[in-house]
């Protein structure tokens, strides 16, 4: 969004949307708004935000064709600078709203079962689906940060083994069940959710601060484990080069005779 929106849009990163739908519903019932336009950089957030608030009871939600991009070519230009915060306080989604959404309830597992499952260092993901700041404020630890908003466009880059079980852990159920839905939709197979979430966690364990340390870089890199485009290029018979960057990214550009492996 600091990159540049379309002019005068709220910045709602889209996994916080079931948190805003009341509001933007009860807006447009009462006439303040016609329709809502969601977008994103290209297609794919804006498509399933503004879906996601049909489903939740927005009638008028629509999304940008193109978002930033299309707009770009249509010739316009986006907005720079501070930009106006939406007037609404994040709120549980309701039940009976979320009930006719593609929110579709998760399996739950309790605090006991997680901590249970770390103890017995099983081979398993557990994925906070806040935005990074609340992640970085305290997170349950060995949880990974993917916002729910960009489940769609990161999940390979953070989750890369789709045969591992995937427990998401959301601000509440509702956040949480929206991006195990879209896990389920990408291919994922064994998706749960934290019942309670991070609270839940938090009520009787310790949080996490910062970064998980497993996914910094170390400080210093041995210098046998880089090597230059010479080295493997004056014979390349002997390397195989992997890109382990998204499908996405090297279909764009890669190196010559790279293998994607995300």
């Given amino acids: 969004h600091e990159q540049g929106p379309v002019p005068g849009a709220y910045h709602v990163p889209a996994g916080e949307l079931p948190l805003h739908a009341a509001t933007i519903a009860a807006a447009t019932a009462q006439g303040r708004y016609r329709h809502v336009v969601t977008h994103c950089a290209g297609r794919t957030r804006g498509i399933a935000a503004a879906a996601l608030l049909r489903e939740l009871g927005v009638a008028g939600a629509v ?12 010739g316009r230009t986006l907005e720079f600078g501070p930009t106006a915060a939406l007037s609404s306080s994040p709120a549980p989604v309701d039940a009976a709203i979320a009930a006719r959404a593609s929110i579709s309830p998760a399996h739950r597992i309790d605090v006991a079962t997680l901590a249970a499952r770390f103890e017995r260092q099983e081979s398993f993901y557990a994925v906070d689906v806040r935005l990074p700041d609340a992640y970085c404020a305290g997170h349950v630890p060995g949880s990974v940060s993917l916002p729910a908003g960009q489940v769609l466009l990161e999940s390979e880059a953070v989750l890369p083994v789709a045969a591992l079980p995937v427990v998401v852990i959301g601000a509440n159920d509702a956040q949480a069940d929206w991006a195990a839905s879209h896990l389920r939709l990408l291919g994922w197979r064994d998706v749960s959710v934290l019942a309670g ?9 310790a949080l996490a601060r910062g970064l998980d340390a497993a996914w910094a870089v170390p400080a210093t890199v041995p210098h046998d484990l880089v090597v230059s485009p010479g080295e493997w290029q004056h014979n390349p018979a002997h390397w195989v080069v992997l890109d382990v960057r998204s499908v996405g990214e090297w279909g764009i550009a890669h190196l010559p005779d790279s293998r994607c492996v995300p």
């Fill in 197 to 205: 979430g991070v609270d839940a966690w938090a009520a009787s364990h």
């Fill in 63 to 74: 999304a940008l064709r193109n978002g930033c991009m299309g707009w770009l070519l249509d």
